[in-house]
């Protein structure tokens, strides 16, 4: 059995670089947002992000290495990001940022799919970007089956502290999500979203 997944019934079990039963690899299946597998290829992506976490955490805000391995860390990111710690993410190699970006401390964002964030984007403390999701179906969330969609935050946005944003879900141009709001929906160009789910309050 595969130290960093299941053996389950009807699958084969994965190897590096192994394919599942209709040829497609389990990280392939990740980012087309179907079920799939935590294995040994993806175990060594997370691995290796979290390493790299620990030291971009250790570094001061603003800081050349940090900044350095940031921007190696990520897809892309462009001029003028501030990000503090203590930031997390699974992959790191998912996320796309532009620029002008501010991210604030205790941020997450589970990159299990693609996130990209726009140009002066602001991101409050404790805010969860989350495109990873599990089965409804508890028989395939016991085996540990996984589920994720894209999630994109346009231009000038500004997600409030302890906010969350779902699966598959647009923030619109110059949106405000308020604090604590849990966001399932896409949310509209100019205008600010509030509550659990998170509903159109009023019009920029």
């Not at 409050?124 to 089965?135: F, K, L, Q, R």
Request: hydrophobic residues 45%; aromatic residues 8%; contains cysteine.
């Amino acid at each position: 059995m595969a130290q960093w997944g299941l053996r389950i019934a009807g699958t084969r079990d994965t190897r590096w670089g192994d394919k599942t039963m209709d040829g497609r690899s389990n990280y392939e299946k990740m980012l087309a947002g179907e079920e799939y597998l935590f294995d040994d290829e993806l175990a060594p992506m997370a691995i290796a992000c979290s390493k790299t976490l620990m030291a971009i955490n250790a570094l001061p805000p603003r800081d050349p290495e940090r900044q350095e391995l940031l921007r190696g860390l990520f897809a892309s990111m462009g001029e003028g990001v501030v990000i503090k710690s203590n930031f997390n993410c699974d992959y790191g190699r998912h996320i796309s940022i532009g620029n002008n970006v501010f991210i604030n401390y205790n941020v997450t964002i589970l990159d299990t799919n693609y996130v990209t964030i726009g140009d002066d984007v602001f991101i409050a403390p404790g805010a969860v970007i989350s495109p990873a999701t599990h089965p409804v179906d508890p028989e395939r969330r016991a085996a540990r089956y996984y589920q994720s969609s894209p999630v994109i935050i346009r231009d000038r946005a500004w997600i409030g502290a302890n906010a969350t944003v779902l699966p598959g879900v647009t923030i619109g141009r110059n949106a405000i999500v308020a604090a604590g709001a849990v966001v399932a929906k896409d949310v509209p160009d100019n205008c600010i979203v509030a509550g659990v789910p998170a509903k159109v309050i009023k019009a920029i």
